[in-house]
C-alpha cells in the first residue's frame, strides 16, 4: 500500500494512492485519527488495507498538495557516509559505530516542492537516501526482531549546505536549512517492499545519473541502525531514519557540481517511486 500525507483546502489529511488518485483516509480508520502518524501510532496500518480494499479513489492527486510523507516526526535521525564508496570519496576512515545527526522536521518538502538554495552559500549539494518509518518504537530493540518495528520506506533528499556542514566536526547546521529536506512521494508499506537490500536507488540532476547503487551497499543496515539508535534515545511511530547517500555526491566531483536555481533532482528507488524536486533561489 502506498501513503500519502496532503493539504486540501487548507485542511490536512491522509490516504491511500492508487494509479487514479486517492482513498481518503483522514477520521475513517478510527475517530479523530486524521493524520499518517496517527494512524501508525494507532497500528491503523492493517485496517487501513481492510477498508482500502474494493474501494475506488475519492479525489484526484490532482485535486490536493502533497506533504512531507510524515510531516511532522518527533525524530528525523540521519546516517552519515553509510555506503563504502561514499565513504571512500569522503576520506573518513572505517568506524565501528555509524554516523549520526539530525535533521529538523521543519525543513522538510515534499515531493514537487522546491528544494531551497540559500543565499548564504553556492555550496547547496545532493544526497539521494531511503528513508524507514517506524511502526513501533522502544529501547534497546534487538536487531533480530528490528524490521518489525518498520512500518514503510520512502525516498528522501538529504540537501547538504556543504561549508556550513564543516565549520566544525558537528554536521548538524549544513543538514537542516529550511527547504532542504525533500520526503515523498509517499510510503510503501513494508509488507509490500519485502527485502528492502534488492532496491536499487539512483539520484539524477537534470536528467544525469549522479548517484547508482543498491540497498545491498549500506555500511550499516537497518536493523543495525534500529538497535544502536533504540540504545541512546526511544524511538517512536512516525519517526524517521534517513539512511545515508551512495558516492557521487556534488562536492567530491571534479569539478564540484552544486544545485542551482532552476535544476531539477530525482531521487528513485524501485517500488519506493521518484521523489522530484525542482531547485530555487531563497
Known sequence: MKLVSFSKHGVTGFGALLDEGIIDLTNKLEENVNSLKGAIG?????????????????????????LPVIPDPAKIIC???????HRAEMKRPEVEYPTIFTRFADSQIAHRQALIKPTISDRFDFEGEMAVIMENGGRNIPEKSAMNHVAGYACYVDGTVRDWQHHTSQFTPGKTFSGSGAFGPYMVTSDEVGDYTQLPIQTRLNGKVMQNATLADLIFHVPRLINYISQFTPLSAGDVIVTGTPGGVGDKREPPVYLVPG????????????????????
Open 79 to 85: 546516517v552519515g557516509v553509510n555506503y563504502e564508496n
Open 263 to 282: 535544476d531539477t533532482l530525482e531521487v528513485e528507488i524501485g517500488v519506493l517511486g521518484t521523489l522530484v524536486n525542482p531547485v530555487e533561489a531563497e
Open 42 to 66: 494507532a497500528e491503523l496500518l492493517k485496517k487501513a488495507d481492510e477498508y482500502v480494499a474494493g474501494r475506488t479513489a475519492d479525489f484526484a492527486l490532482s485535486d490536493v498538495t502533497l
